[in-house]
């Protein structure tokens, strides 16, 4: 094996790769457990396999570490990593934690961490890379870095600070808003809480709409008011609305005063829905068109890049106003429909007459029989009096009816996977894919 120091930070990202060059996975963090009289011990890693799983690699069964890329025997159990009472994840929990130095100098913070092969199959905690604390006047100014052995530094109480979380989110800058929300709901309430504090707005309000919510909650509770109504502003209306109905009444109206009025106001509305029916899991902004908009303009609005396949799947075509509640729904245009004809052809000649609106109060099982029934991505919702109040995509009735653990949930086939230490009969398996991220931006147009 490489006796190469390797430094932990650097590490985490880099290909999993069996002794053939097959690539299995990446690194997502080193496993480590503390000892009374020496440095941590690596006992192994937590790999990102395909299906957006984490299993445990056991440092037993790594061939090499180095050139950006680890190598293992190739056998590897699918089984979704647990962390046990005696483990810490070098990223996830020690990386930006406060050390003090033995030699009575100060506190620094640990920045990185290297681990160094000491035996066959055996790694250890080698040196700790920190940066005390700033001492000049200029405002973005860092503090000295030096490198230290395990045994010159102390761990203590942070006294109610929160740990930093920079590398961390560094390190996880690449995952979709989904996988991420499941390394968060991975770690110690603690540090879930400190990680997501750190998170800009718009990246805590994705990782929001993919958490159950119950954590998003307790999220939502460290934040202060005007910066939980900051959040609750990015996310999509359905899923603000949904973490909003299960806080406190007066913390509610709070936030909803703090809104900007307009995603204030589309969250009140759907609060005022059943949360089981058609209008309680509703999106209130789909794209929103005339009957004179041509085919070309109905396609510029759904390329855009940033819109979910689901709500771009079709436009909505309305009388004026054009904002929900509208005028009277006219009818739907799917996007290959428009495909079909020239860019100068008016929307309003070639209107899906087959697709019928349900209304607001149509119960879930009701809108999943047609949605099932007529393949489709989205269905519209109308009110009493034929407006158009939003849509119910394919994802939204997902959210209804899978399982309240399903983002943790193991299928059946991992029953049989033997536990983390393993014998050579276990190998790399196909897993079932994530349902991707339901965000959403918003896609109306005037």
């Not at 005390?132 to 860092?142: H, K, L, N, S, V």
């Amino acid at each position: 094996m490489s006796t190469t120091r390797i430094f932990v930070a650097r590490l985490a990202g880099c290909g999993v790769f069996d002794r053939s060059g097959d690539r299995l996975g990446r690194v997502r963090d080193v496993v480590v457990v503390y000892r009374r009289a020496a440095a941590p011990r690596v006992v192994g890693m937590v790999v990102e396999i395909p299906g957006r799983r984490r299993v445990f690699l056991s440092i037993g069964r790594i061939v090499s570490i180095g050139a950006g890329q680890v190598i293992t025997t190739g056998l590897i159990s699918v089984r979704r990593f647990e962390q046990r009472a005696s483990e810490v994840r070098v990223v996830a929990e020690l990386l930006g934690r406060r050390v003090a130095l033995t030699d009575g100098s100060g506190e620094s913070t640990v920045e990185d961490v290297a681990i160094e092969q000491v035996g066959p199959a055996e790694w250890e905690v080698g040196q700790v890379f920190v940066r005390r604390p700033r001492t000049g006047p200029a405002p973005f100014g860092r503090g000295a870095t030096a490198f230290v052995k395990w045994s010159d530094i102390r761990e203590q109480d942070s006294g109610g600070r929160s740990q930093s979380a920079a590398q961390l989110i560094q390190s996880t800058a690449d995952l979709p808003a989904a996988d991420l929300a499941s390394t968060l709901l991975d770690l110690p309430e603690q540090r879930m809480l400190e990680v997501a504090d750190e998170l800009t707005d718009q990246r805590l309000a994705d990782v929001l709409e993919e958490m159950p919510e119950e954590s998003g909650i307790k999220i939502l509770a460290r934040l202060g008011d005007d910066r939980a109504a900051d959040v609750l502003e990015e996310m999509q209306p359905d899923d603000a609305a949904d973490l909003i109905a299960k806080l406190p009444d007066e913390r509610s109206e709070t936030l909803l005063d703090l809104m900007e009025s307009e995603e204030a106001d589309d969250v009140r509305m759907l609060l005022a829905y059943d949360p089981d029916t058609a209008g309680g899991m509703m999106t209130p902004d789909p794209i929103i068109v005339s009957a004179d908009a041509t085919v070309a303009e109905g396609l510029a609005l759904i390329r855009r890049h940033e819109l979910a396949p689901a709500l771009g799947a079709a436009v909505c075509v309305t009388q004026p106003p054009y904002e929900p509640p509208t005028g009277r729904f006219l009818g739907i245009v799917h996007f290959q429909r428009m495909l079909r004809y020239p860019p100068h052809e008016k929307l309003g000649s070639i209107l899906d007459t087959q697709t019928e609106p349900v209304q607001a109060n149509t119960s879930v099982a009701e809108v999943s029989r047609i949605l099932a029934s007529y393949n489709l991505v989205q269905v519209p919702v109308v009110d009493e009096n034929h407006r158009l109040v939003g849509v119910v995509t394919v994802d939204d009735v997902l959210d209804r009816l899978l399982p309240d653990d399903w983002r943790s949930a193991d299928s059946e086939d991992d029953e049989a996977v033997m536990p983390r230490v393993t014998t050579d009969t276990s190998a790399i398996t196909t897993v079932p894919q994530r349902i991707p991220s339901r965000r959403s931006p918003r896609g109306r147009a005037r």
